[in-house]
Structures are given as structure tokens and as C-alpha cells.
């Protein structure tokens, strides 16, 4: 007899286990999809520089009518705030700019729409 009721046990516990798997993976799932406000906003350097992105030939970008020169470790990040390497940047792009002490391009911000037009009603 003890051993039913060994084996109903464990199957109960495996039958329960398995829907708190479930329902611990349900809310993680539905705590990653809601993110909070702030975490939609990145910060853009206030002493950025906006530019219009117009090409790229290592090491060098064109920014408005100007070649400049990527410097060494910069970093570039896209919309999504995630760091891509020079050779994925667009063929256009409205950006954000930082240079180093010797004028070099140290990071530059692929903009958003909605950080487009809150940078133009900032008239920046």
C-alpha cells in the first residue's frame, strides 16, 4: 500500500509542478512585455551635434557636407539603442553626434522618429 501511494503522490506532484512551470512562465512572459515609460527613452548627449548620416567608408562617415573620421572604440547605436558596427549603418540617417578631443567621431545616435521631432521642436 505504501507504495500507491508513493507513486500518487508523485504523480500529483509532477501534475503540479508542471503548472507552476507554466504559470511562472506566463508571468515572466507578460512582465517582459510590459515595460515601463522610462524604459522606452534613451538619453542623447546635450552636447551632440545633429547631423544627416550620408555614407560610410572605413574609417570615415559623411555627416552634413563633412568626412570625418570614426575614431578608435567608437560606438555607433541604432534605434533600438543597441551597438551595431560601422559597416550596418544606413545609407541615410538623421543622428546625433559626439566627438573626441582631436575632433574624431566617438558616438553617434541613429534617431527615431519620435526623437526626430521632439529635437525639431527643441529647434536642435
Do not use: C
Not at 508542471?18 to 548627449?45: D, E, H, K, T
Not at 538623421?94 to 527615431?112: F, Q
Amino acid at each position: 500500500m505504501p507504495t500507491r501511494s508513493k507513486a500518487l503522490i508523485v504523480t500529483r506532484l509532477r501534475s503540479l509542478s508542471g503548472g507552476i512551470v507554466n504559470a511562472l512562465f506566463a508571468a515572466v512572459l507578460v512582465a517582459g512585455s510590459l515595460q515601463p515609460a522610462w524604459a522606452q527613452l534613451r538619453f542623447i548627449p546635450p552636447a551632440g551635434k545633429r547631423a544627416l548620416l550620408t555614407g560610410y567608408e572605413n574609417p570615415f562617415v559623411v555627416l552634413g557636407d563633412e568626412k570625418r573620421r570614426l575614431a578608435p572604440g567608437a560606438v555607433i547605436f541604432d534605434t533600438h539603442n543597441r551597438m551595431i558596427l560601422p559597416g550596418y549603418l544606413p545609407a541615410s540617417a538623421d543622428v546625433v553626434y559626439t566627438t573626441d578631443n582631436t575632433g574624431s567621431v566617438m558616438r553617434i545616435y541613429l534617431l527615431t522618429p519620435h526623437e526626430q521631432k521632439r529635437l525639431d521642436e527643441a529647434k536642435r
